[in-house]
């Protein structure tokens, strides 16, 4: 069962992390083309694929990730603890400021247009917000791949 579990926590981080770092890369593609209407249909598509395959992903990941402790860890190992804590700020954020801000901006782009200076002001806060979270998944694959203190 250990390993079953494991490999669902892999294949969701995979999921989660793998696609919020092609994202970045779509992001910057995608800011840099001289196309209008790419922003908006990235955004459009972020909110989506957020709410529909990395929300499903997070929770799955988080759930195995919570039996195995149970099975064969400690939630006061020192590399769970602060993962979990991680975890709960990139939940927290996606849920506070990620997907309603990236409903936000879809609204905006469908009512002002893809040249929406606001819409556009927001997507870019959001790639920051992303790229920074993208830093937290580096720090728990590090602890995840070394377990400092065990």
């Known amino acids: 069962m250990y390993q079953l579990l494991l490999y669902i926590h892999i294949v969701c981080a995979v999921i989660w992390v793998g696609g919020a770092f092609a994202i970045q890369a779509l992001a910057i593609i995608v800011t840099r083309s001289g196309d209008p209407t790419e922003v908006p249909r990235l955004s459009r598509n972020m909110e989506i694929i957020g709410s529909r395959v990395f929300l499903p992903a997070a929770v799955l990941l988080f759930l195995a990730g919570t039996v195995m402790t149970i099975q064969n860890w400690s939630f006061g190992n020192t590399w769970i603890a602060v993962s979990i804590g991680l975890w709960i700020l990139s939940a927290l954020g996606g849920a506070i400021y990620l997907g309603p801000r ?14 929406s200076v606001e819409a556009r002001a927001l997507i870019g806060r959001l790639f920051i917000a992303t790229r920074l979270e993208l830093v937290s998944f580096a720090v728990i694959i590090a602890l995840m791949v070394f377990k400092p203190g065990f």
Request: net charge neutral; glycine share 8%.
């Open 102 to 115: 990236a409903k936000r901006v879809v609204a905006l782009f469908e009512a002002e247009g893809p040249s």
